[in-house]
């Protein structure tokens, strides 16, 4: 606990921390970022869980369909036939919907994965975040019970975005920490300005004009 209320509110600004201060606290960051990478994962492999079940059960309703049709027309029964085809069809398509569904959603997770070996937050998780954006409302749609967790997948990635930008600007100061580095800006500026002037084109001198010749 502070002294006084002076030592919170008595400088002008907080002081500046060094390379090694900024980098350790970048590190506590990157684990708190890996830790929230894993929960994606494990949200997403949730997801997959369950769009395997639902992808299962879809083939076993494909292949009763299929049986009844077979039935029906060795029966002699076309029209009942033609009934469990359509809807045989009908099932077969939402099962290729479900698998693609399914296969987004495993292509999220290895990236995410990748991300957790390498440690290359930005460059990994942008894009599984703008896949998600798009993934998210047709997974949301196709099956309501998993909206909640594309919900939370999304939230949680565009929050590991946004520290991961945080945590690169902070690890590197941007502020001049030394007499060396103070001199070198102010001869950066002077070597700067000189450049502008010799650049400049010359004006005339104001009260003069040009004599015309007369022959």
């Not at 369909?65 to 002699?76: D, F, P, V």
């Not at 939402?94 to 460059?123: H, P, Q, Y």
């Not at 196709?142 to 999304?154: G, K, S, T, Y």
Request: charged share 30%; net charge positive; proline share 4%.
């Amino acid at each position: 606990m502070p002294k006084s209320f002076s030592d919170i509110w008595g400088r002008r600004s907080s002081p500046r921390l060094s390379l090694k201060d900024s980098l350790k606290i970048a590190i506590r960051g990157k684990l708190g970022l890996r830790k929230k990478v894993l929960e994606v994962i494990v949200a997403l492999k949730k997801c997959t869980r369950f769009l395997n079940s639902k992808i299962a059960s879809f083939r076993s309703m494909t292949a009763r369909a299929l049986n009844e049709a077979k039935r029906a027309y060795l029966e002699g029964d076309e029209e009942r036939a033609k009934m469990f085809l359509n809807e045989a069809a009908l099932v077969k398509r939402t099962e290729r919907l479900m698998c693609f569904l399914k296969m987004c959603l495993e292509i999220m997770v290895n990236r995410l994965e990748m991300t957790v070996a390498v440690g290359d937050v930005l460059s990994n998780v942008k894009p599984v975040l703008k896949l998600m954006k798009v993934m998210g409302p047709l997974v949301s749609a196709a099956l309501p019970e998993l909206q909640d967790h594309m919900i939370f997948v999304q939230d949680v990635l565009e929050q590991i975005c946004s520290e991961a930008e945080i945590n690169i600007t902070s690890t590197v100061p941007v502020e001049l920490e030394s007499k060396e580095a103070m001199d070198l800006y102010e001869a950066l500026k002077l070597s700067v300005e000189k450049e502008a002037e010799l650049g400049l084109p010359e004006l005339p001198m104001r009260g003069t004009s040009r004599k015309v010749r007369t022959s």
